[in-house]
């Protein structure tokens, strides 16, 4: 059956902000004397929650950085942000599934703030207004299902009628867990063999969902008695 809502993650799989935090993480940690290579920064802390954010950065520095880490941090971040765009096929498969009636939200584990401004930064904020979920809205982030299930909940549809998009592990994880059909996008910062899961379909570029989810659609909508019901 075709999905009746797609949830999309943000970072990383449609604004690709990931390989800025990347830059601006191993430089923080370099501050602190820890030296990371990309795929080991990757591994350790992409798409994780704030809280795994703050407690690996403790264990890999043997203690908790000084005081105004956090805020130097987040500064950098900032300023490096304003180079972010969309990641390629974002803007595609949007038109795309705007022009199929098939409803989407965004599910991430980013505080609103963030979400807000990436998606200004990326001209994708008036695509999902009112349609936005956060990790800190919830009680538990990714790689536990709360904020996929929160989207679910908020559109009124099952779980099992729902396909995610996600370009993480922890993402990956989350989606599965919700009982979700999840499809892992490779584009993005992680390695392939990371995000592979039983069931779970690779994306190697954004635009592949759109031919998919014509097939299913087109599938449906040719057997009699069949409609495709549309939500908020």
Request: with cysteine.
């Amino acid at each position: 059956m075709p999905p009746r809502l797609i949830v999309f993650d943000c970072d990383g799989t449609l604004v690709d902000s990931e390989r800025i935090g990347v830059q601006v993480g191993r430089r923080m940690l370099a501050d602190l004397g820890v030296t990371l290579t990309e795929a080991e920064f990757v591994e350790r802390f992409v798409g994780c929650s704030k809280q795994h954010w703050t407690d690996e950065v403790a264990r890999v520095v043997g203690g908790p950085p000084p005081a105004d880490w956090s805020r130097r941090h987040d500064e950098l971040f900032a300023v490096a942000l304003e180079q972010l765009r969309p990641v390629p096929g974002a803007v595609e498969v949007l038109d795309a599934l705007d022009g199929l009636g098939v409803p989407y939200r965004l599910a991430s584990n980013s505080d609103r703030a963030h979400i807000a401004r990436t998606l200004e930064l990326t001209g994708l904020a008036d695509r999902f207004t009112g349609r936005v979920h956060s990790a800190h809205d919830v009680a538990r982030g990714k790689p536990a299902p709360d904020v996929y299930l929160a989207a679910a909940a908020a559109a009124g549809v099952d779980p099992g009628e729902c396909w995610v998009v996600e370009d993480s592990p922890f993402g990956v994880e989350a989606g599965v867990a919700a009982g979700m059909r999840t499809f892992a996008f490779t584009g993005g910062v992680h390695p392939r063999a990371r995000l592979a899961r039983p069931g779970v379909p690779a994306l190697d570029e954004l635009v592949d969902l759109v031919p998919l989810l014509e097939r299913h659609l087109l599938s449906t909508r040719s057997t009699p008695g069949n409609c495709y019901p549309t939500v908020p």
